[in-house]
């Protein structure tokens, strides 16, 4: 029997007062159920029912580990044997010469390589593979380079959470750069990371609160049996109209160590809720839409990443090789593989399987959306896959640059939209560009080029969802940084990347209700011509 509790009743008692909401509690069914209802007043919340709401959320969630006892759980000694006498490396490359060179070096050396853009390469080392790996690059790379992060050990250990940060809103501590019509949670939720089983309870909590809009609910199983949690967030209106119900869709997690999409995606999430019915184009949006967000679609990697391995990337579930655990779950989507594809090593951090949907947590993704469309009359317009870092825009294909998607012009028109608005509304730079782009290597064919990439990109779940789904507006976001803290970003952190993505869901929403959320697309074409000769221009102009 579902029920809520006392902390969590007097929590969506205390939330709603900030939210200027009414809230009546009423027996239906024998469960206790909470219902908000919108009120002209929007009083202050008295000191003493900060309090209070702060007392309900460490009954609901426990006291968050404070920075003694979280970093008693990992020792800086623990640590320093962890990831001993480890470094990231930045390359700066000019030409697809040193890229070749960099791809082909890490993966003779088992480097784990952590961002690659146009302009450079990070790879994760330990100190005693420096100068085999130098040995192995051209001349000028031999000294293109820099120490990203000199002491990988204390950087994990500084970014273990904290226990009540000062630092609230952006890099600078300056609440006005980050103007935000958002109350509730602030200064609260995302002040931290949190692991899975407060994320789950959280999501559960909003479901509670908010019972006519959210619906919590779990997409299916990982590998060792947890649920795939997610979000739907959607109100039909009046003139929604009849036909397929819109869905948008928001990914986050796939990776383990990159916990800021994890949050990120929470954060969209309760903005998207708490402006429903104050914002004009999020109201409307949830009317005509609703979004599913999935904030953790690798909950097993995210629970190893916070109980053993802080920079655990892969699933956990058991490969053909019993000592290299885990699949990455952006190539192990049924998309973009060749007839001849080569499975890979098990032990890389690439490994996506020797068969599309081999990994449990991509098979359950696929077939809860394709159950969507066929049983649920769900019609899905686009997803946003957030990962970190580089602070890119990515749009399909990620397998391949020979191919162009079939409205190219929209998904780059939409794409530099969503780059503009995190530029007005934060100051931040995010890059535009196809994902095949984003690490590039060439060679010469017949037809005068040939990309192969640093980081493989066939079966990405952007590509799959697009083509497969028919989702014609899907992207991958990479958040902050620019890699000065790689995959270690600051809590301090969390706020501002939440708010640039609450604008950028903003902005799509806007977007999609002008064209009625629908791109009319012609069938791909299985002809030579999809070579398109412009852009072949254009990425053989690097």
């Known amino acids: 029997m579902k029920t809520i509790s006392f902390a969590t009743a007097l929590l969506a008692v205390v939330s709603a007062h900030r939210l200027g909401e009414n809230v009546q509690f009423g027996r239906d069914g024998g469960n206790l159920q909470a219902h908000a209802r919108a009120s002209n007043g929007n009083a202050p919340l008295f000191p003493f029912l900060t309090k209070l709401r702060d007392s309900a959320v460490e009954v609901l969630f426990g006291r968050h580990p404070t920075k003694d006892s979280a970093r008693s759980m990992a020792s800086i000694s623990s640590l320093r044997n962890k990831y001993a006498n480890e470094i990231v490396m930045r390359f700066n490359v000019t030409n697809m010469e040193e890229e070749k060179a960099l791809a082909e070096a890490s993966s003779r050396l088992f480097l784990d390589v952590w961002g690659v853009t146009r302009d450079y390469v990070d790879i994760r080392m330990p100190t005693n593979q420096v100068s085999p790996l130098l040995g192995l690059l051209p001349e000028k790379l031999q000294s293109s380079h820099f120490a990203l992060i000199s002491d990988l050990s204390r950087a994990v250990y500084d970014s273990l959470p904290k226990d009540t940060p000062s630092r609230l809103l952006g890099p600078k501590g300056n609440p006005e750069r980050y103007p935000s019509p958002l109350t509730v949670f602030d200064d609260l939720f995302f002040l931290r990371y949190h692991p899975l089983k407060t994320v789950m309870q959280w999501m559960q909590l909003l479901e509670s609160i908010f019972p006519e809009h959210v619906k919590y609910m779990s997409i299916g199983q990982s590998s060792e049996g947890r649920d795939i949690p997610a979000l739907r967030v959607g109100h039909p209106g009046v003139d929604a109209g009849d036909g397929p119900r819109k869905t948008m869709v928001i990914t986050a997690g796939l990776h383990a160590r990159e916990w800021i999409s994890t949050t990120t995606a929470n954060y969209v999430a309760w903005a998207l809720i708490t402006e429903f019915n104050k914002d004009p184009v999020i109201t409307k949006f949830l009317h005509h839409f609703d979004v599913v967000i999935i904030p953790a679609l690798n909950p097993d990697g995210m629970e190893y990443s916070w109980q053993s391995d802080r920079l655990w990337r892969k699933s956990r579930q058991e490969t053909s090789l019993r000592m290299c655990k885990g699949y990455d779950l952006d190539r192990s989507f049924g998309f973009g593989d060749s007839s001849d594809h ?8 690439d490994y996506g399987g020797e068969e599309p949907f081999e990994a449990a ?84 064919t017949k037809l005068g080029f040939s990309r192969s990439r640093i980081n493989e990109g066939a079966g990405s779940v952007m590509d799959w969802f697009y083509q497969d789904m028919s989702a014609h507006f899907s992207y991958q976001i990479k958040l902050r940084d620019h890699g000065l803290y790689g995959f270690l970003l600051p809590d301090e952190e969390i706020i501002p990347t939440g708010r640039e993505m609450f604008f950028v869901m903003k902005y799509v929403a806007d977007y999609l209700l002008g064209n009625n959320g629908i791109e009319t697309v012609k069938e791909m074409s299985k002809d030579d011509d999809m070579l398109n000769q412009e852009l072949r221009r254009r990425y053989m102009r690097r």
Not at 381 to 397: A, C, K, N
Not at 415 to 433: D, F, M
């Open 342 to 349: 080569t499975p890979g090593d098990p032990c890389s951090e």
């Open 361 to 444: 947590e991509a098979a359950a993704f696929a077939n809860w959306a394709r159950e969507q469309t066929e049983k649920n009359d769900v019609k899905f317009v686009g997803m946003i896959d957030y990962h970190s870092y580089s602070q890119q825009i990515l749009f399909p294909y990620a397998y391949s640059c020979a191919v162009e998607p079939p409205n190219l012009e929209n998904l780059e028109e939409l794409a530099a939209g969503i780059a503009k608005t995190i530029r007005i509304s934060t100051g931040e730079l995010y890059s535009v560009s196809p994902a095949c782009d984003a690490a590039m290597v060439a060679d010469s």
